[in-house]
């Protein structure tokens, strides 16, 4: 083999590696403070990551199962995560626990198939089979349209969240015992 093809091949190997390296070293750094945990895992919580949620669990919680939805189910929730939004309003430290107050706000489901139900109701029905495709796809777009100029219906909530600290992290508790207040 010519020297050039060698060197070429040498400096290929040494890249490679090189590249390996600096993407093992590039991983998210463990949340140190307790607002990054509840940042971090209200992040992978929305967006359906459960790899990046196992991350913010203790070691020895049980997480949830590997999410096995198919391609609509993953790209609709990834569409609506970007609908939601949170902030960290307080943090409250007492030693090794820490507890955390959230306002959530998401897109208010349960009003909008309310409102989705009434446009859709037997009786608005047309009795020629012919034309219920046209009527129920001229009314899920009317909605479409609408909610694309004036935003879809939200609704705002709190809750709490407990974390404890696992050496120089903080992890999530998912004990279920956050309050919820709707607003």
Not at 76 to 84: F, N, P, Q, S, T
Not at 119 to 146: H, I, Q, W
Request: net charge negative; glycine share 8%.
């Amino acid at each position: 083999m010519p020297m050039w093809r060698k060197t070429r091949f040498l400096l290929f190997v040494f890249a490679w590696c090189a590249l390996g390296c600096l993407a093992s070293c590039t991983g998210k750094a463990p949340p140190a403070d307790p607002r990054e945990a509840v940042t971090g895992y209200l992040e992978a919580f929305f967006s359906g990551s459960t790899e990046d949620l196992r991350s913010y669990l203790p070691a020895g919680m049980p997480a949830p199962p590997p999410e096995q939805a198919t391609f609509e189910t993953r790209f609709l929730r990834r569409y609506l995560a970007r609908l939601a939004s949170f902030q960290v309003e307080d943090v409250s430290l007492s030693g090794d626990r820490a507890r955390a107050r959230v306002a959530v706000t998401e897109p208010d489901f349960a009003a909008i198939l309310r409102e989705i139900e009434g446009a859709l109701c037997p009786e608005r029905f047309p009795e020629n089979d012919l034309e219920v495709l046209p009527f129920v796809s001229g009314v899920l777009g009317s909605f479409a349209a609408k909610y694309r100029n004036e935003g879809v219906p939200g609704r705002t909530y709190r809750t709490w969240l407990d974390l404890r600290r696992e050496g120089d992290v903080w992890k999530i508790v998912p004990d279920g015992t956050g309050e919820e207040r709707h607003e």
